[in-house]
């Protein structure tokens, strides 16, 4: 079953690069749900769907090697700069493969006004996580 999101709206994919290089983007809307509650009269959307906008991005971007991923774990997270109702997010994706057979995603994320956050996700795919119930 898949995951709930806290996204109202898609995430877009577009065209990549190459597969190690892959990119998306979200248009923040003034209908997301979590934004009457982060904060009142002043919304500001969370850290936590930005890291969520760079997870479904990378799910939908993840390159052949990588295909079927599961989160293994959020490595890091740094928030840069707020994103507001109307913004476009912009998601660009660098992934490589590390030592232990897991991939790893490096997002930055933009908007209009420059830099919002980086995240660095760490996936398992169908064969590692086969292998490690073994």
């Given at each position: 079953?898949p995951?709930?999101?806290?996204?109202?709206?898609?995430?877009?994919?577009?065209?990549?690069?190459?597969?190690?290089?892959t990119?998306?983007?979200?248009?923040?809307?003034?209908?997301?749900?979590?934004?009457?509650?982060?904060?009142?009269?002043?919304?500001?959307?969370?850290?936590?769907?930005?890291?969520?906008?760079?997870h479904?991005?990378?799910?939908?971007?993840?390159?052949?090697?990588?295909?079927?991923?599961?989160?293994?774990?959020?490595?890091?997270?740094?928030?840069?700069?707020?994103?507001?109702?109307?913004?476009?997010?912009?998601?660009?994706?660098?992934?490589?493969?590390?030592?232990?057979?897991?991939?790893?995603?490096?997002?930055?994320l933009?908007?209009?006004?420059?830099?919002?956050?980086?995240?660095?996700?760490?996936?398992?795919?169908?064969?590692?996580?086969?292998?490690?119930?073994?």
């Open positions: 079953m995951a709930a999101s806290p996204l109202a709206g898609p995430v877009e994919v577009l065209p990549a690069e190459d597969e190690s290089h990119a998306a983007r979200f248009t923040v809307r003034d209908t997301e749900t979590v934004l009457p509650g982060h904060y009142p009269g002043f919304p500001i959307f969370p850290g936590v769907c930005l890291v969520e906008c760079a479904l991005g990378a799910v939908a971007t993840a390159p052949g090697g990588a295909k079927d991923p599961e989160l293994a774990a959020v490595e890091s997270t740094r928030f840069t700069g707020p994103v507001f109702p109307g913004d476009r997010v912009d998601i660009a994706m660098g992934w490589k493969q590390t030592p232990g057979g897991d991939w790893q995603c490096r997002a930055k933009t908007t209009g006004r420059g830099a919002a956050a980086t995240v660095r996700l760490r996936y398992r795919t169908r064969t590692a996580r086969t292998e490690a119930a073994r």
